[in-house]
């Protein structure tokens, strides 16, 4: 029998099991305090509602669980490594101070419906974050209730219905530019509007004379997203709002991009009625693989009846409470406040800076964008030359000659050690790279990546096919989203 | 500022490269009208050591080391230490969406592995990782379920979650999704013959949550029935994730909208949490949110990618299933973990402990207090019904860091002075009997008050 070594591989390359393929009966990593209650027959209470069986959850000890997940995070590619350029994403650092204060035992453990009097310290930090947001955005009010981005465009359409029905007409479609996130249109659809495409101009722009146009009576509001996804401020946003306004119609901005603007520019002094954040974005929450997320809705006076309830007040005696006499409310997006850790961080992460640090901040975001275009233009196809903010989309036209599309060229950024760019978005730009680097980044770190992307160039005109075959220095190799997606296996079973 | 990897030289010499000739140049886009030219009025820039103490003293306002009664859709259990050591690996904490599988595996991987066992504890056959919190899964569940039936309204149960009611209530309001609402009978489910009634051909779905906001397990197949004779398909919320240790899954339900934040979630004041929705192979492609399934690379090796991407928003836009993008991904990790510790026989364990604590918790207010619904299986929560004002009871009760049950009238105005208690595995024995003190010393003063007046109305 040939003899076959199991382990003996650095830990990142070896193939870690499923969890359930380690559990064995009577192995356990957990023990409870012995009961000082008397027992009871759970036959006797439930009757036919008990359980017997928890089917195949594994039985493992805590030293493999600790293994088992440490393992597993070492195959992914994190912040904390390096460069992670997902443009429209604002893969920034996440403090670890953060981190601290929102396990202190007292906010941690505190109870959605503890009374008030022992709430003050979670209702001063809503009312401190939201005071910060306020300043920040130049809006009047503000919900912290939704839970993501998406679910705060969710949120501010349903304040924009709720405003024009109460005038009478809650009004038939949203205009989005063709260049908007996913998130947008989808939302539209969710609050019950019909999506209306705006075409940009040639320099990314929303088109001034287009939109005047398809502005009229029937359109409830327009969903902009500034800076653009293109990483290019809308330089007629008032002009864009005063058309919305003139025909009665109210002006959203999607606020991925807020990191541009912080401590530069308030949407609020530009126009915006209403505008969400997304704290996992430009206030530094850590996206933890997919969330949680926080996504305020801050509005203009025009809209505040309409915020979600409940809302935080000042009471008479100094005291914060929650309110929920709001009869023109939206109602409830969400059960309880929302992603109240998240307000912690994000509040630490403000606080930590101060108006210097948060000003700051953006000047970097935006020089660090400015020095990648700067580094790969000529190497790389810019399909629109006006000025970056934070971002910047160049697209894959002069390697897509040899084959190689910006996902390829993204698969080999990989085996240099970095995250790849976003891919094919927007969708504006055929093979678009969006980069955005943060203010996250050192000089060194940018020259390294800059330096990357030059190699993978000359790679394409040397050796394409290698570059097709990428990623190369990793677990594993392209996987098969096609089959994966055809005969769908979506979870592990005895046997398998 | 400390997070910046910046010297003003390193800026200086950025500028130089790009060919600016100060950082006002890269902002002249932005018309010079609107450009903030002062700092921001928001607290000055602070140390770590000030940071800390702020937010310390926050927490010495809120309640710390309050022992808590209280539950209601948030769940006060024993979280392992682990789940933090793992979640904080900057691996997990500070990775995006795992869309690049071949630097995800960790991410991906344990994200199929908690599909898995969501599906093993609800009996349903595929799982997504995951949704905002269990009422906005309730509501998503819901408009599946029109989707699937090609139906417009929904029985909502009086007995769900009265925020999750709400919830749905925005959601449906622009969707010309009427609602009626079944009522719960004097056992506190719901009541099966009004329920019939209010079923018609249009109701896409009957909403219950099991164990219900009462604490009291639904009756679940016969609803199920009842549903299904109509074409209506039955959704079931499930707020107390812990009860699935050893109350039986409502397998007969066709979408599960869970929340699993009792799973090694903290309370946090309200979030975040971690949303589920859990359903039947047949239904995958009208769910919304992410999975991952299963796949192989080009060496035929075992991986794992994101799947069934053209329901989501990203590709499909205005026709995708949901809105949803960022969801609750490290927080389903805690929750993974939590399962994998607990495993087969803790989980059973641990529910068990919460049946028995508040089993002992009823029978010693039931010595002094009324409970309501009885005659119904209860998991941990159990609504008490006193003749003084729950709020009064629980004011003096705060006094010994002791937070009581939730007073219903808010909710229920019809329940008067009833409140619901919760017991976990972590409620003693002592803070037991010393709330069931306080109540019993308010049903003492009101009765000794009551025969007072008598006497008084006597002479």
């Not at chain 1, 009097?117 to 955005?137: M, N, P, V, W, Y």
């Not at chain 2, 450009?35 to 921001?40: C, E, I, T, V, Y």
């Not at chain 2, 999975?291 to 995708?320: M, P």
């Amino acid at each position: 029998m040939k003899h076959q070594t199991r382990k003996a591989t650095r830990h990142v390359n070896q193939n870690e099991g499923l969890i359930f393929e380690k559990s064995s009966a009577g192995k356990a990593a957990w023990k409870l305090p012995p009961l000082d209650v008397p027992e009871v027959d759970a036959k006797a209470l439930l009757g036919s509602a008990e359980r017997k069986d928890l089917g195949n959850l594994p039985e493992v000890s805590e030293i493999e669980i600790i293994r088992h997940f440490t393992r597993l995070s070492t195959w992914n590619y994190a912040i904390d490594l390096g460069m992670y350029p997902l443009g429209s994403c604002t893969m920034k650092y996440n403090p670890r101070v953060n981190e601290v204060v929102a396990r202190l035992d007292g906010l941690a453990n505190g109870h959605p419906y503890q009374p008030e009097k022992a709430s003050q310290g979670a209702l001063r930090i809503i009312k401190t974050i939201s005071d910060c947001l306020l300043e920040i955005t130049g809006m009047d009010a503000i919900t912290l209730q939704p839970a993501a981005g998406a679910h705060g465009e969710l949120t501010g359409l349903l304040m924009v219905r709720a405003y024009h029905q109460a005038k009478g007409n809650p009004r038939k479609k949203v205009l989005i530019p063709d260049s908007a996130h996913g998130t947008n249109p989808a939302t539209a659809a969710m609050v019950g509007y019909s999506v209306e495409n705006l075409k940009s101009n040639a320099q990314g722009m929303v088109d001034i004379a287009a939109l005047t146009a398809q502005m009229n009576e029937d359109v409830a509001v327009l969903m902009l997203t500034n800076p653009n996804t293109l990483g290019v401020f809308e330089q007629d946003i008032h002009r864009i709002a005063d058309i919305m306004h003139a025909k009665g119609g109210l002006l959203y901005m999607d606020g991925a991009n807020m990191n541009a603007l912080v401590g530069k520019v308030r949407p609020g002094d530009f126009g915006v009625d209403v505008m969400h954040l997304n704290l996992h974005k430009t206030f530094s929450t850590p996206h933890g693989g997919g969330g949680p997320g926080s996504g305020p809705v801050a509005v203009k006076q025009i809209l505040e009846p309409f915020l979600p309830k409940p809302v935080v007040i000042t009471k008479p005696d100094g005291t914060l409470g929650f309110e929920y006499d709001r009869p023109l409310s939206v109602g409830r997006v969400r059960s309880f406040y929302g992603n109240f850790g998240m307000f912690i961080r994000a509040l630490a992460y403000i606080l930590a800076n101060g108006p210097d640090g948060l000003r700051q901040t953006t000047e970097d975001a935006v020089l660090n964008a400015n020095y990648i275009r700067k580094g790969l233009e000529g190497t790389y196809d810019l399909p629109y030359t006006t000025p970056s903010m934070h971002e910047v989309v160049f697209s894959d036209k002069i390697q897509a000659k040899k084959g190689v599309k910006t996902m390829d060229l993204a698969k080999r950024l990989i085996d240099y050690g970095f995250h790849p760019y976003t891919t094919a978005f927007p969708l504006i730009v055929p093979g678009a790279m969006m980069i955005e680097p943060t203010e996250s980044e050192s000089t060194e770190e940018m020259d390294l990546f800059i330096e990357a992307m030059k190699s993978i160039a000359e790679e394409v005109e040397e050796d394409p096919q290698m570059v097709l075959a990428a990623p190369h220095t990793t677990r594993v190799s392209r996987l098969d989203e096609t089959a994966a997606a055809r005969k769908p296996v979506l979870r592990w079973k005895p046997g398998n | 500022m400390r997070y910046l990897p910046k010297s003003p030289a390193d800026r200086q010499a950025l500028l130089k490269a790009i060919g600016a000739r100060s950082i006002d140049d890269l902002f002249a886009p932005i018309p010079a009208e609107y450009r903030l030219n002062r700092d921001l009025k928001i607290p000055r820039q602070m140390a770590e050591s000030e940071i800390l103490d702020w937010f310390r003293e926050r927490s010495r306002e809120n309640g710390d080391g309050y022992a808590t009664f209280l539950g209601a859709g948030a769940y006060y259990h024993y979280r392992p230490v682990i789940i933090d050591s793992l979640i904080s690996r900057g691996e997990f904490l500070t990775a995006y969406t795992p869309y690049q599988a071949e630097i995800s595996q960790g991410t991906l991987q344990s994200i199929f592995e908690f599909q898995t066992m969501i599906c093993e504890l609800t009996g349903m056959e595929v799982a997504n990782a995951s949704m905002y919190d269990g009422s906005t899964a309730a509501a998503e569940g819901v408009m599946m379920a029109a989707r699937l039936t090609g139906r417009r309204s929904v029985v909502i149960a009086r007995s769900v979650h009265p925020e999750y009611r709400e919830v749905l209530q925005t959601y449906a309001w622009h969707q010309g999704m009427p609602l009626a609402i079944a009522p719960f009978g004097k056992d506190g489910r719901v009541d099966l013959k009004a329920l019939e009634q209010s079923i018609t051909q249009d109701t896409a779905c009957v909403l219950i949550q099991s164990p219900n906001f009462f604490g009291t397990i639904e009756d679940v197949n016969a609803i199920a029935e009842i549903a299904h004779q109509h074409g209506a398909m039955l959704v079931v919320s499930i707020a107390e994730a812990v009860s699935l240790g050893i109350v039986e899954p409502p397998r007969k339900a066709d979408i599960i909208a869970m929340e699993a934040q009792s799973f090694g979630v903290p309370l946090g004041f309200g979030g975040p949490y971690c949303g589920v929705i859990a359903t039947k192979e047949q239904f995958v492609r009208q769910m919304p949110g992410r999975l991952v399934g299963q796949t192989t690379d080009r060496n035929g090796k075992r991986g794992f990618v994101l799947t069934l991407a053209t329901r989501e928003q990203h590709i499909r836009r205005e026709k995708a299933t949901s809105n949803i993008c960022t969801n609750q991904a490290l927080v389903a990790l805690m929750v993974n973990i939590f399962m994998t510790i607990y495993g087969k026989v803790g989980l059973k364990e641990l529910a068990k402990q919460n049946l028995a604590k508040a089993a002992y918790a009823a029978q010693q207010f039931a010595k002094h207090g009324k409970i309501l619904f009885e005659g119904a299986p209860r998991f941990n929560e159990f609504v008490v019904e006193t003749s003084e004002d729950p709020y009064a009871i629980n004011s003096r009760i705060l006094g010994h860091k002791i937070v009581g049950g939730l007073p219903l009238k808010k909710f229920y105005p019809e329940l008067g002075n009833a409140a619901l208690w919760c017991c976990t595995e972590l409620t003693t024995r002592t803070a037991i009997d010393t709330a069931v003190g306080f109540v019993a010393d308010s049903e003492r003063s009101v009765k000794s008050a009551k025969e007072e007046d008598a006497q008084e109305v006597a002479r």
